[in-house]
């Protein structure tokens, strides 16, 4: 029998709410890790990343080491960073190849396009088409798709007259072409959106491209990463908004999005109630109930209640920045505020140190933990700190200093 429009729609509120209860009391006794590189890990071994960081001098790339050290003399037109002992450049004459640590070119420029090593597979594209090489150049996979993505957990993305599969490394499709939206594998699960006969069909696969989730009128966030501690954030639309026309009942415009997290057995785990969310950052995510934002753990508890009308960062070394009366500051992992909203912008924490900008438009320095001001304000723009070194811009040039404020290499263009 059918349930009239005006019923559905009530019916559809109550139950919203009697399983956001049900699902809040189950979710309790859960537990959160940070994510690993086990997918990764299982495929290739973790290699200690090389400690090199681009340069620019006279309008050439090349590398320093920590130190500051030349290792590889700027005379590149054009590089990316360093991954897994292989950096793309590009020759000045339009195409790319890629040397190693030691600036020896390995891979002869012969690209139109190349992409960073990940998992020993590089994209790299000829004509209109991409392929993959592994780290010797040969080619691994043949330029055939229109579109790819990286190699994750031994699976890429790869796209075919706008419909996306996913390959092995090997180039053997483990689905074929066949979905309009995707995310990349995380914790061994890929989500998917599809139109078949007519029908929408939404979940996630593994990594033998087996259907394991198949979700019913909820969507998997495409834009996002996927699974995270075993969580994943999905969206269900309401019905709109209803109203009576000449005594007719009519759905006025599309209803507004209402978002949680499904775990991995497809299960919702925490109830679609948020009018938005944010992926786990040291397992705390950003929602927007009323409004405000706030932070849950993976249980779905409420630990720092919606209160911030900004969006907040994630969490990064247990803090993160939120603003108050146009102010930016830090909370902890309770909500306590530990660094007083003072600044105009704030960035997260990285090694110990976060870029701050006291006035709109001035200059950044770097604050500790304790928001006491440890490099003096002085740089027109900044990076976070990565093994010891922080990238800065003054007088549009670009160097790098180290956690004392000192240069390891004056700024260069």
Known sequence: ??????????????????????????????????PTLA???????????????PIVRNRKWGFIDVTGKVVIEPKLNYTEGFSEERAAFNNGNGKWGFIDPTGRVVIQPQFDKGDQFYEQRAAVKIGEKWGFIEP????????????????????????NGYLWGFIDRDGKFIVEPKFTGYTDFSEGLAGFDMSQNNQDKTGFIDRSGKVVIELEDIN????GVGFQNGLAPVWVRSPGIWRFIDSILIESGRGRKFWGFIDRSGKVAIPLKYDS????????????????????????K???????VDLPSGFSEGLASVKINQKEGYIDKTG????????????????GLAAVQIEEGGKWGFIDRTGKMVIAPQFDDSGLFSKGLAQVKIYGKWGYIDKTGKYIWYPTN
């Open 1 to 34: 029998m059918a349930i009239p429009l005006k019923q559905t729609l009530i019916i559809w509120m109550i139950c919203l709410n009697l399983v956001s209860g049900c699902i809040q009391g189950q979710a309790e006794n859960s537990t959160c890790l940070e």
């Open 39 to 53: 997918g990764s890990m299982a495929q290739n071994p973790v290699q200690e990343p090389i400690l090199l960081f």
């Open 136 to 159: 010797q150049g040969k080619f691994i996979i043949q330029p055939r798709f229109t579109q790819v993505s990286r190699f994750f957990e031994g699976r890429a993305a790869v796209e």
């Open 220 to 223: 998997p966030e495409l834009e």
């Open 277 to 300: 969310v944010i992926g786990f950052s040291e397992c705390l995510a950003p929602v927007k109930t009323g409004g405000k934002w706030g932070f849950i753990n993976t249980s779905g």
């Open 302 to 308: 409420m630990v720092i209640q919606s209160q911030f």
């Open 336 to 351: 306590k505020i530990v660094i007083e909203p003072q600044f105009s912008l704030a960035a997260r924490f990285s090694e």
